[in-house]
């Protein structure tokens, strides 16, 4: 094996190599010295610091005196980068891989090192300088050589990549130990220096990363680096979304006329997910959310469903904020495609968790800027537009949740995101109820609150009866093999459940499924992590492990098809297998929509022979949204002026509405649809309260009062209390689609209805070698109209057609008879100057004709017409146009092309 092929097979693995030739070239390269190094080819040209003169002859270009002129200024530089080198990486304990025996030796016995691999044997010359060192025999020498790399048939380079080391070394003498893999030999495995900090060099395709031992007990995640792969540049990602259609109006009344609060939901009104809404004071605005929805079946490879940015990017100019009220991709999953669409000036806040989530997200894309996104603090008062933005806390089932309180001088209005009331939460960060309470207090004109869970009569069960459910569980099932716990990823409470489910019966915890990672990343930066990453076990530890240790925690709870769980189910992951000895927990709900494929799911997995628990009555999961009960609360803690139910279907919304009349006293409520706009006025009255300033509250009370009277005057003061609520504008959305990739656009841009043609009619592809007839050519083939009339009463057309289907019922081919003979047919009874576009058109239509009686079905036909020889083709030219001329011209004939051109004819 040649020592360049080693080299880069160790710089792929992202293992530091040490290479004479490498650190010439290097040097020489940035001393703009007179050599051409012929790379992999350049023999080792330093040997114990010395350069060896006859291999660097093969590559300096001039003369004698340049050679030595060259060897003065190399050495210094040479010995100074390999002594700068080695002993960096000898103090940091990271493997090298060091090519010259001398090296070898001088790093193994003076700095400590203990995973060194000899590559290759040494010369006859360095043999002599090795065994001149002082305590050197030829047995140690022969111990060294013995390390040496064989050939790739007898054994796998693979074998001598370093292991991570958790624990100390068994040895009295040593504290630490690295091996080489399985071919390690112990007399030169260990550290014969002093104890130093380890340090790891991984590579994930990006460059690489080094942390030392101190840094990587701060942070697990250091040494883990991630993939590099990047999802866009930052914009091509977008697609046409920033286009969209032509210009559209802002909707509602200019500023100066109106309700001087108004609410544009661009998205999360009448469906669960893609929460995305415009609150502002006349033309002043901020953007709360910004979500997708996830596709239902009938979305044919589509992945994402998107809010219109396209409206964003129209109207950027009056967004001069964007917050955001928790982590779930139903309210950050957008903001790859509204980053874009805003002013670059334009802020983002979010708490500090929801932030981990963001920025990992945008880097992915290129848009993450630090200065642009700002972390907030609960209860603190922030300015964004138009409003003094306090945010609250609210629980819900991923940590960092908050409402919000946006106050102006024409009004408030409260937001509470999505929630419910945990009496005792896992995290112990508690649902705010003290200022919701104190929000009665002061007017509230609008309260927006979230309608998931409307039709669920009572309150929302807490997070501790799953935990004791799932500790329960788990402890009868000791002895009898391993638990797998599904769960939504984001739900970090329920993993902390999981933790104590897993301490409680002695068992470690195991994560397959990516986004598990990327969630308690993200907490454990944030100092939120329900358990140490140190404490995880690795997948590929699992077949050596005892079953009854093991607890697994795997997404897939909604059947998605590359989930862990999905896999499991078709025997398709490569990290789950599963046994008929396996207990599988659903901890989660089912979202609406994905019912068949998550009862498949179970089915296969319990055909498998696993026993799967999944029924409500386990207490295996709660809702993270609040029930009725809590709803009602919450309202008659705020007594709004008005309400306005959001999240949630059209229905739910009614039935929110319905709800805050009846039984919480709230007088005025409105349902809107996206696209909406919402205007509202603060409704000014003797029985308004507010809890600011002496000052600002003696202000209101006059103005209150001055209301009153005048409408006391007016005789209206005792009629029935008018509604400051309305709907004041629309605007039309567009829906657009993410296919996972970098195809974004509008559901015709996405192909939907081709899509679902092919998927439920199939699809019907012909080939058309047109024939025309030997009389339909004029002289040179070209005919004028006297012609073109003679050629179409020379005969029809006739061809040879080739022709497939896919997703069809062929009934043993007869399908594919019955459409050549539709095909033949239809050219048949063209003329013999008719044009291959009148040919392609009448092919399609008869195959449409023949599918639908064949079996009813109205299949995409793809129809490709050709001649049969390219000098047949006719056009028919109008009198009086010069054909010489005609035929010259190359952007009307194209036989008048140059050879290679790309124009096309009919």
Known sequence: MGKSTVSAFFKQQGVPVLCADEVVHKLYSAGGAAVAPVGAAFPSAVVDGAIDRAALSKCVVGNEAAMKQLEGIVHPLVEQERKQFIAEHAAAGSPLLLFDIPLLFETQAQQGLDAVAVVSAPAEQQRQRVMARPGMTADKLEAILARQVPDAEKRRLADFMPLRMNGPCSSTSHSTHRALGKQQVLAFSRCSGPTVPRRSVVAYGGPDIITSGEEEAADPFAWKIKKSWKASDGSNHVGSTLAGMAPRPFPGPPPSSGPPLRVLPIGGLGEIGMNCMLVGVKDRYILIDAGLLFPDFQDFGMQKILPDVSLLAQWRDKIEAVVITHGHEDHIGALPWV???????????????VMQ???????????????RFKVIEMLKEYEMGPFQVTPLRVTHSIPDCCGLILRSEHGSIVHTGDWKIDEDPVDGEAFDRTTFDLLSKEPISLMMSDSTNV??????PGEKIVQESLAQKVLDHQGKGRVVVTQFASNLHRLASVKAAADAAGRGICFIGTSLNTYLEAAYRDGRAPLSPSELIKPDQLPHMDPNKVLIVTTGSQAEPRAQLSLASRSASNNLKISPQDLILYSAKVIPGNETKVSEMLNSLALQGARVVAGRADNLHVSGHAYQGELEEVLRFVKPQHFLPVHGEYSFLVEHARLAKERAGVLFTEVIKNGQMLGVHERRN??????????????????????????????????EPRSGISVIGEVDLLRLFNDGGKGTGTATEMALAERETLAFEGVIVVAVDVIRPKAAMSSGGWAGAAGGAAAAAAGGLSCKARLTTRAMWTDQGKLLDTLHQAVNSAVSKLPGDASLGLVERNVTDA???????????????????????????VMVLPEGVDVPAYKNNPRQNPDAASSGSDLAYD
């Open 339 to 353: 980053i874009p669409a805003l002013d670059p000036a334009t802020p983002v806040y979010a708490g500090s968790f």
């Open 357 to 371: 989530l963001v920025a990992r997200r945008l880097q992915e894309y290129n848009l993450y800027n630090p200065d």
């Open 455 to 460: 039709l669920s009569p009572g309150r929302t």
């Open 686 to 719: 003797r029985n308004t309260i507010s809890t600011g300033s002496m000052a600002a509250a003696t202000v209101k009370a006059e103005a209150a009062a001055a209301a009153a009277a005048a409408e006391a005057e007016q005789g209206t003061a005792q009629d």
């Open 847 to 873: 195959c449409m004709r023949a599918s639908r009686w064949f079996n009813n079905r109205k299949p995409e036909v793809i129809v490709v017409a050709y001649e049969h020889d390219p000098r047949s083709a």
